[in-house]
């Protein structure tokens, strides 16, 4: 007799509960109807990319899952890698698909995607991102990026969390602020300057002397750059102020000032220009975004993505993109797990029909048909057991109403709120529950603080 492997638990891919995985539907289904709102399509890619393409697009390969079948008996043009994010796919997608869509193209785009890091709190290695972005068929206007801070705002207005504040930059002013210091490659300096939330400025100016080159008086010049913050456009006389001049990063600066006035509309503080935000994949090429949510500062950027001019682009043309991404369940890691998000029931279900006997079945099976038709979600007991067996049943699945088939011919069905205790006659073909229980609602135990959002 074979014996069975002991079952363990795989680090960094995440299985909730069903309860709690009512919850990620709930979340996940508020960002698509926002998204909708805004005009973004659904899209769905393939789960894996060629490998080769997966690597050329900044990411290293030990971050990659290749894909190879265990007897490979095919020839393969090239390794398939599952996809670290949606963007690439996107850039794939557009460029394969360029002839059939129409521009600018609005995709909204929620996918599990997998990387292989290693897992600690808020970092997995299979996990759900919800993607929004806009790709243009040559350009882009500028607009597009003015209001991504807004929709940002909003998205995370829509989730039961904290408070969320908004942080936007420019590439292009890290880069022109490096021609301005005659440095060509900033590479090094924005993955240095990227930490700076991770590990403080003391341990970046080490970065940025050690690994960067630079010398003590440039890395000193690099971090008054990314210590510039304002909620408006102040920010652009604080560059000025630092002595350093070039044409690009004029244009980066000029750019992060139409964006930051397009936000003046939102409420104080919601939006901030904060410099120092680079974003480490090496795609973007203007705008960038990042976020914060109020008393989780360690959970780091939860809604976060950029400008891209040349990730979709080929031969045939430019595709500039830009787009926000939203790691879902790096949220529900954190606020599932200390008890901050819950459902309101642990089922769908809105009523448990009553079983009364075995050969009365048919009659429950018709009350609970008569309600799904309209919309409410009821299912029937399992067994004939006792009233009050069954209403428990029903209690402790947060099952709010109990239905009870009259046992006399000519008598009225009754229904309980076993909330209230309440029990009235009702007819399943016109009894409705109120909007609230019809669906499980999202239950927030967080000190949102004001402008958050609402369960």
């Not at 207005?157 to 210091?181: C, E, H, Q, W, Y």
């Not at 100016?205 to 003590?216: E, F, S, V």
Request: net charge negative.
């Amino acid at each position: 007799m074979r014996s069975v492997a002991r079952i363990t638990p795989l680090s960094g891919f995440p299985e909730w509960l069903p309860h709690e995985r009512l919850v990620e539907q709930e979340l996940l289904g508020r960002i698509r109807r926002l998204a909708e709102l805004y005009g973004f399509v659904p899209l769905e890619t393939r789960a894996v990319e060629p490998l080769e393409y997966l690597t050329h697009q900044g990411e290293t390969s030990k971050e990659i899952y290749a894909v190879r079948r265990l007897a490979d008996t095919d020839t393969t043009p090239s390794e398939l890698g599952l996809h670290f994010d949606l963007t690439v796919p996107l850039a794939r997608y557009v460029q394969e698909h360029r002839g059939k869509l129409l521009f600018p193209f609005k995709r909204y785009q929620i996918q599990k995607v997998w990387r292989g890091e290693r897992p600690q709190e808020g970092r997995y290695r299979e996990f759900y991102q919800a993607d929004l972005d806009v790709v243009g068929d040559g350009d882009l206007p500028l607009h597009f990026d003015a209001e991504m801070p807004a929709l940002m705002h909003e998205l995370l207005g829509a989730l039961p969390l904290p408070r969320a504040t908004v942080l936007v930059s420019n590439r292009k002013i890290l880069d022109g602020f490096g021609r301005g210091l005659r440095r060509d490659d900033t590479t090094a300096v924005i993955r240095a300057l990227d930490k700076l939330d991770k590990i403080g400025p003391p341990a970046v100016h080490d970065l940025l002397c050690d690994d960067a080159g630079l010398d003590p008086k440039e890395a000193d010049q690099w971090l008054a750059l990314a210590a510039v913050r304002s909620p408006d456009t102040g920010f652009v006389d604080e560059v000025a102020a630092l002595g350093v001049a070039d044409d690009l990063l004029d244009q980066g600066l000029q750019e992060l000032a139409a964006v930051m006035a397009a936000s003046a509309a939102l409420p104080t503080g919601s939006v901030i220009a904060d410099l120092h935000i680079a974003r480490g994949l090496d795609y973007y090429t203007g705008t960038v975004y990042e976020s914060t949510i109020a008393g989780h500062a360690d959970l780091g950027s939860v809604c976060s993505g950029g400008r891209y001019d040349d990730l979709a682009s080929s031969a045939a043309g430019a595709l500039p993109g830009v787009g926000i991404s939203i790691g879902v369940s790096r949220l529900l890691g954190r606020f599932l797990g200390g008890d901050m998000l819950g459902a309101s029931r642990m089922t769908p279900t809105c009523v448990l029909v009553a079983l009364v006997a075995d050969d009365t079945r048919a009659q429950s099976a018709g009350i609970a048909r008569a309600l799904r038709a309209r919309g409410i979600a009821a299912e029937v007991f399992h067994q004939p057991l006792r009233f009050g067996k069954q209403i428990r049943h029903a209690d402790r699945r947060g099952i709010p109403y109990v239905w009870f088939p009259a046992l006399d011919e000519g008598a009225a069905d009754s229904v309980r709120d076993l909330r209230s205790g309440d029990q009235v006659d009702a007819d399943a073909t016109t009894w409705t529950p109120p909007r609230d229980d019809l669906r499980p609602r999202v239950i927030a135990h967080i000190d949102s603080g004001p402008g958050s959002g609402s369960p």
